[in-house]
């Protein structure tokens, strides 16, 4: 297998039914899989944990892991040679007809210049790897929760690795509406785990090696129907294990 492309997804029905067969145009011809990987629970949405266990699954020299609401347009490539690839350059973010340029002032304010170009440090959205490279930093660390943070961590553990990430000098995405992801203070769950995911971020370096092989769930495949080159994954139950000892 050539491509695996894993979409981290819990509770985007619009967004994939968007993203899927725009995919499936663009890999038309080539030996490729898409891994729909969701949580399967009602806890805060661990995506680390989503992402780490589609690469469980995947079977690709190439690894693609690919949010629901970015939906690439015709000069994206997602090719990837020696190093990493961030293939966004711009995204221009819709509004919920899915059609017109969101307003300004509705896009959170972290984004608002990514019509322009993404912001450098951004490596959300889509991220494409070889195998080894994923293997080197034993991907993402699992133990986050909640949104955010495990962008940033696994940008700092490729620095950490020696392994440059290059950007596309083109790579104009749209970034499908949803609401913001980010937790206000009145919802006190989430909250939680986005300070507590702040703090962990700040130790990132103490648990650079904690990724997918200390990750343990409860998993299911089912099959698709009319869809081409589509695994659904559906994991609960996640454990972060270090020396034999959970986390």
Request: glycine share 8%; hydrophobic share 35%; net charge negative.
């Amino acid at each position: 297998m050539d491509y695996s492309i894993i979409i981290p997804y819990r509770n985007r029905e619009a967004q994939l039914a968007v993203l899927l067969p725009r995919l499936q145009t663009m890999f038309e011809g080539k030996d490729y899989e898409i891994i729909v990987s969701e949580q399967n629970d009602q806890d805060n949405f661990k995506i680390a944990c989503v992402e780490d266990i589609g690469f469980n699954y995947a079977t690709g020299r190439t690894i693609i892991f690919h949010q629901v609401d970015w939906y690439p347009t015709g000069d994206v490539s997602y090719e990837v040679g020696e190093y990493p690839v961030l293939p966004h350059r711009k995204g221009i973010f819709l509004d919920e007809e899915m059609r017109n340029r969101r307003v300004w002032e509705d896009i959170p304010s972290g984004y608002r210049g990514f019509e322009r170009e993404v912001d450098p440090n951004f490596y959300g959205g889509v991220l494409c790897m070889k195998r080894h490279h994923f293997e080197a930093i034993n991907g993402y660390n699992p133990m986050y929760v909640g949104w955010g943070n495990e962008d940033e961590d696994v940008r700092e553990r490729f620095k950490w690795a020696g392994i440059p990430v290059i950007r596309n000098e083109v790579g104009t995405f749209y970034v499908l509406y949803h609401k913001d992801n980010c937790p206000a203070p009145d919802e006190p769950d989430r909250y939680r785990d986005f300070v507590a995911g702040r703090t962990l971020l700040h130790d990132a370096y103490k648990y650079r090696h904690i990724g997918y092989k200390n990750l343990d769930a409860t998993v299911t495949e089912f099959e698709v129907e009319g869809q081409k080159n589509v695994r659904w994954i559906q994991s609960t139950n996640y454990i972060v294990r270090m020396n034999d000892e959970r986390i």
